[in-house]
């Protein structure tokens, strides 16, 4: 599903590195799965949770019953559901008919699709169901949780990555405490998990194993780029 500060692009780089020493029945974790760019290219037992209930309940949707997305999600129709927020379907619409994947953060366009364009609103629901239809198939059998991090049960022994709120970028509806998420990934190292972590920084006890400058504005003519990186806890 498109999602804002979707790691679709450098999966290729970092799902290798992170499931390199995977064993047989060993579960795969993603306390903050977005739009599940990562989890539906890992197969096997995987856990996706996030604490925003309305992109679980799109996730849900996607996997169980993506035929059921209308043919035609027309702007008044993203206007009801930016008000109403309350169905799986709504949940969809937020994230997946918006700019760049950003929750109601205004309705998809292309070039030519000016508001009211019919021929943009048929084009961008009908791209926004093919793919759910095609990522239904992968992330089948994903355990999608509403979940914080922090409360989420993983199994002993896994595999987690985490793709958490960056520092100093675009925040999430609620303020996101870095210092005990750093805390929280040294404890779960200490449990016996293996945690990899993006971001673009860590603290001084993180060892970064992998980095790649990557363009980081929504528009695909933008210069703005970010270095992305691969953390691992130093033990």
């Known amino acids: 599903m498109k999602y804002m500060g979707s790691k679709a692009r450098i999966a290729k780089y970092i799902l290798p590195i992170i499931l390199k020493d995977r064993k047989d029945g060993q579960w795969y974790v993603e306390p903050f799965v977005g739009g599940a760019n990562m989890i539906d290219k890992v197969d096997g037992n995987r856990i996706g949770a996030d604490l925003n209930s309305h992109l679980i309940g799109a996730l849900k949707l996607i996997r169980d019953y993506p035929q059921s997305i209308?043919?035609?999600?027309?702007?008044?129709?993203?206007?009801?559901?930016?008000?109403?927020?309350?169905?799986?379907?709504?949940?969809?619409?937020?994230?997946?008919?918006?700019?760049?994947?950003?929750?109601?953060?205004?309705?998809?366009?292309?070039?030519?699709?000016?508001?009211?364009?019919?021929?943009?609103?048929?084009?961008?629901?009908r791209r926004g169901k093919a793919s759910a239809i095609k990522q239904s198939k992968l992330i089948l059998?994903?355990?999608?949780?509403?979940?914080?991090?922090?409360d989420l049960d993983i199994p002993p022994q896994s595999i987690i990555y985490c793709d958490p709120p960056y520092a100093g970028t675009t925040k999430y509806k609620d303020d996101f405490n870095h210092n005990e998420f750093w805390q929280w990934c040294r404890d779960k190292v200490a449990e016996g998990h293996k945690v990899f972590v993006s971001e673009y920084n860590a603290p001084d006890d993180f060892e970064c194993i992998w980095s790649k400058e990557i363009q980081s504005g929504l528009n695909t003519n933008s210069t703005k780029k970010g270095v992305e990186k691969l953390f691992i806890y130093k033990v």
């Open 70 to 125: 209308p043919d035609i999600i027309t702007e008044d129709d993203y206007l009801e559901a930016s008000c109403r927020r309350k169905t799986q379907l709504d949940g969809f619409i937020g994230f997946a008919m918006s700019f760049g994947g950003k929750w109601f953060g205004g309705y998809r366009r292309d070039v030519k699709g000016t508001k009211g364009c019919a021929n943009n609103m048929a084009t961008q629901t």
């Open 141 to 150: 059998g994903v355990n999608i949780v509403a979940s914080s991090y922090s």
